[in-house]
């Protein structure tokens, strides 16, 4: 059974290309079926709103580019993975794993700005994890300041990462001043420019307004009003996400500081993205992209070192599941959310 998995689902290359295979044909039965999901994007941008109306009269081409930005996404954890060697053993679940999860729920079968926000903010982990044991890291700290600010261009919300690499950086190589100030400096850089084109524009209240999104928190007054299946859903997504942290901190603790600090920090980004989620819940759906390309970089590592029969074969009921939620979603009306 460990010869088995290890050949076809953890260094396989093949079961990536089938994967991809399957993915783009599970996307398009979902939309022949179900259409594109009814929901209102906001923008809490500033560019947005000159792009959205080209995927409301043309919806076939808002499931296209989301399609795509699914690979960029698996490509870039893929590429992440392998350039800085995060998992140690040769593997393609960094690959294929996002891919499943972006594929499951129709949700993400429509084109948002949280998708193109989140390919920089992928971006951005690159000078990040370049920073390791690096003397010059305020050169570093500046371009992911840069990436995570042009995320924010898109998503404002992203700018809520921007602490966050910080801590990433001061664990990874020591946070300095000059770093701090090369990372202010990135993002000044980048508003400058867009504050420029609303000042020329006579809109400077265009500017502002998404800045004030950032005051739009849940009213925790109100118990959030979610029916017993959706409860049951979440604990159920709640404990896997739980037992998965403490399990493959097992595995983390006996592998070298690099990769210890890096998916610590992962799993620090996913906490913290679920908690942001539950702040601005009735604002954005932001932070679930977010949550899942750091979730496949958990569950990739632990999946591809474990040698634990039980582990294999909760690895191919975590499959099973997925793909039964895909179906409950393409032939009923059943799902949760």
């Known amino acids: 059974m460990e010869r088995n998995y290890k050949s076809y689902f953890v260094e396989s290359r093949f079961i990536s290309i089938v994967i991809s295979i399957v993915v783009i044909v599970f996307r398009l039965l979902l939309f022949l079926r179900k259409g594109l999901p009814d929901f209102q994007i906001k923008d809490t941008g500033f560019i947005w709103s000159r792009i959205e109306p080209h995927f409301i009269h043309n919806p076939v081409l808002s499931v296209l580019l989301s399609t795509i930005f699914i690979f960029i996404v698996s490509y870039l954890i893929s590429e992440l993975n392998i350039r800085y060697g995060v998992i140690r053993r040769r593997t393609s679940m960094p690959f294929y794993l996002p891919l499943i999860f972006f594929s499951v729920h129709p949700f993400y079968l429509k084109m948002t700005p949280d998708f193109i926000a989140l390919i920089f903010i992928l971006w951005s982990l690159f000078p990040l994890l370049a920073s390791y044991q690096y003397h010059r890291s305020h050169k570093f700290a500046f371009q992911f300041g840069v990436l995570i600010t042009i995320a924010g261009v898109f998503q404002i919300y992203a700018l809520l990462l921007l602490p966050m690499w910080l801590i990433g950086l001061s664990t990874l190589n020591g946070l300095s001043f000059r770093s701090f100030l090369a990372t202010l400096f990135g993002v000044l850089m980048v508003f400058w420019i867009i504050f420029a084109l609303y000042v020329f524009g006579d809109n400077i209240i265009g500017f502002i307004i998404p800045f004030m999104h950032f005051i739009n928190i849940y009213d925790f ?3 959030l009003n979610f029916s017993v299946p959706q409860w049951g859903f979440i604990v159920m997504i709640t404990l896997f996400i ?3 942290f403490i399990t493959d901190s097992m595995q983390i ?12 920090f992962c799993i ?6 679920f908690l942001l989620q ?5 604002q954005t759906l932001f932070w679930f992209y977010v949550v899942l390309p750091f979730l496949a970089i958990v569950v990739a590592h632990y999946y591809t070192n474990t040698t634990s029969k039980t582990d294999i074969v909760l690895f191919y009921l975590l499959l099973t599941s997925l793909g039964c939620y895909y179906g409950l979603n393409l032939f009923t009306d059943l799902s949760p959310f």
Do not use: G
């Open 221 to 223: 007054t109100q118990a």
């Open 278 to 282: 539950i702040l601005y819940f009735t």
């Open 268 to 273: 620090f980004v996913i906490i913290v993205a």
């Open 242 to 244: 739980v037992v998965l």
């Open 253 to 264: 603790a006996r592998d070298r500081s690099f990769t210890k600090k890096t998916l610590f």
